[in-house]
């Protein structure tokens, strides 16, 4: 009896071609479809918003309008008066960001080997997790000072404690019989490491990074309500002052466009890195 | 009939008195293998036979390393499995190819652990990538091919550094029955042409006696050995070929009446 070894269609016949092309034409119009409907919901939002204030159901002082709004970020960016803020701002979360992250990563991968370091800093973590470690902002101002150091102290606080736990649950989540198998082959701890736990929880660090991104910008723009001399947060609390509602606006549809921004760059990192994963979700 | 298991001369594979009891988490302990001794000859083809769970893997996993017996000994050509650990290749049941690398990273990585130089374990890797009928797959992802085809991953990666020990797992379990069988010939194949020590556990009493030498029948938990089977089967052999050869009928038979009962005592156990 002869037996074949089963392969994988390497090449397309014509059949298969036309199916291919009928399928992607049906993924683009979907694709198509969806951006359609997006942008119809935004601009019905938007429109509404406007139309509130303009028919005077609502005053603007209150809700601003998106006219204004766009009008204030089109001036603060023109002028250039927003740069050196919001350049303070991104150096104040993506420190942090980084810091936290190799802090967390580092804690969490010696306290996922090791029974003992874990057994003991489990107390202290239990006791800052359930803390919410925002309200220490008020501390670092007093510690630290009104400058860019107290705002990247707030972020590491609040970015280590995910990346931290998100390490350790991936750690601990790694398939046993991976490791016996590199175990078998001859393969010491270092091995286990290189080639099982770390390129593993790589996923897990990720996943917190994206959470991450938007904690470290609030920490940030937090610590500068508490006390600075700079940053989009301080020139919210300035406008805050002044009853400025439209500038309070502004700056906040910056700071959710810098949000966006940064996810997308982790995002286009995570798929890059994790290519071996049948398809990135969502 | 020439009794391998006479001859003095050093064992592949010797089991003296083994006994490991785990305790549970109620503080319970239970006895995995009670008392088991056996050898294996260099180049023979052992299957180990018994009822799921009764202590298989246990066996195995003293072998690689993995576990210390609680009493007596194993050792793998006179040294302890710890000192004989690059001479080990372990075949698991389940999927053990690493998904994060690819194809021809994941058959090297028994080589990289031995610090091979990269040419030569390029070369090893594609050799029997070609041998498994994976050529072509050097780049491919786990994700991207199938079932079987991972499972030659599998068996390509700890044929690659050329134990001269092969321990498996119920290796072709969690396969469908036609790729099972294609896996089988695939492994007679390999095996008829470079005659490693295999020790082979299975619950498929087909599957062992279509492969192996010799067949041991393990009792229900805690594991003794109940019974040892020659298997009188002509090589070079064909998994399916075999499964007709005239003999092949009684064996089964007698094995199957020395198994039978296990099986039901074990499942008793586990209702338990």
């Known amino acids: 009896m002869s037996v074949t070894t089963p392969t994988l269609p390497l090449e397309h016949s014509a059949d298969d071609a036309s199916l291919l092309r009928q399928v992607r034409a049906e993924r683009r119009r979907e694709s198509v479809r969806r951006l359609v409907d997006r942008v119809v ?10 139309l509130v204030v303009r028919v005077g159901w609502v005053h603007t ?5 998106p006219t ?3 009008g204030d970020l089109y001036a603060v960016f023109a002028t250039g008066y927003v740069l050196p803020h919001l350049g303070i701002t991104l150096l104040e979360a993506l420190s942090g960001l980084v810091i936290g992250t190799l802090g967390g990563m580092a804690v969490g991968f010696g306290a996922a080997i090791s029974v003992r370091l874990s057994d003991a800093l489990q107390p202290i973590l239990v ?10 902002a008020p501390l ?15 972020a ?15 750690v601990r989540s790694v398939d046993p019989v991976l490791v016996n198998s590199i175990k078998a082959m001859g393969g010491s701890h270092l091995d286990v490491l290189r080639m099982v736990i770390v390129p593993f929880t790589v996923v897990w660090v990720f996943a917190a990074l994206k959470t991450g991104i938007s904690m470290a910008l609030i920490s940030a723009v937090v610590g500068e309500f508490v006390g600075a001399t700079a940053g989009v947060g301080w020139i919210m609390v300035q406008a805050n002052g002044v009853l400025n509602t439209t500038r309070l606006f502004s700056m906040m549809t910056l700071l959710a466009i810098v949000g966006a921004l940064l996810f997308s760059a982790v995002r286009w990192l995570e798929d890059r890195t994790l290519r071996w994963r049948p398809s990135a979700q969502l | 009939m020439a009794q391998a298991l006479d001859t003095p001369q050093a064992a592949a594979v010797a089991f003296h008195g083994v006994t490991k009891s785990f305790v549970t988490r109620d503080d319970a302990v239970v006895s995995a293998l009670q008392d088991v001794s ?13 009822p799921s769970g009764c202590g298989k893997s246990t066996t195995l996993n003293i072998l690689a390393g993995l576990l210390q017996p609680t009493r007596g000994s194993a050792t793998i050509r006179g040294r302890s499995p710890a000192e004989a650990r690059f001479d080990v290749g372990y075949v698991f049941q389940q999927d053990t190819v690493l998904p994060w690398k690819r194809v021809r990273e994941n058959v090297e990585l028994g080589l990289v652990i031995r610090k091979v130089a990269p040419l030569r374990r390029r070369e090893r890797a594609a050799h029997l990538l070609e041998m498994m009928g994976l050529a072509g797959f050097e780049d491919a992802y786990p994700h991207e ?16 550094y050329n134990p001269s020990i092969l321990l498996m797992d119920e290796p072709f379990g969690s396969l469908d029955a036609q790729t099972r069988v294609l896996m089988q010939d695939e492994l007679l194949r390999v095996w008829e042409a470079e005659r490693r020590t295999v020790l082979f556990v299975t619950h498929d009493l087909p599957e062992a006696i279509s492969l192996a030498d010799r067949v041991i029948v393990m009792t229900a938990r805690p594991a003794r050995i109940k019974m040892q089977y020659r298997v009188d089967l002509p090589r070079p052999r064909s998994a399916v070929d075999a499964r007709f050869h005239p003999n092949f009928e009684a064996l089964h038979m007698r094995i199957w009446s020395d198994l039978r009962p296990e099986l039901s005592v074990q499942a008793k156990l586990d209702d338990a």
């Open chain 1, 156 to 170: 590491v606080m609040v970015v280590f404690f995910v990346v931290f736990f998100n390490t350790f649950a991936g």
């Open chain 2, 38 to 50: 056996f050898d294996v000859a260099p180049g023979e083809f052992v299957a180990i036979v018994g």
């Open chain 1, 61 to 65: 002082f209150f809700v601003s309008q």
């Open chain 1, 127 to 136: 006791a800052f997790n359930s803390m919410p470690r925002i309200a220490i």
């Open chain 1, 41 to 50: 919901l935004v601009s019905v939002l938007l429109g509404a918003w406007e």
């Open chain 1, 68 to 70: 204004r709004v766009i």
């Open chain 2, 145 to 160: 091919l199938s079932g079987g085809m991972r499972k030659r991953v599998g068996l390509a990666t700890t044929l690659a």
């Open chain 1, 140 to 154: 670092f101002i007093i510690w630290l000072g009104f400058g860019p150091e107290s705002k990247i102290a707030l």
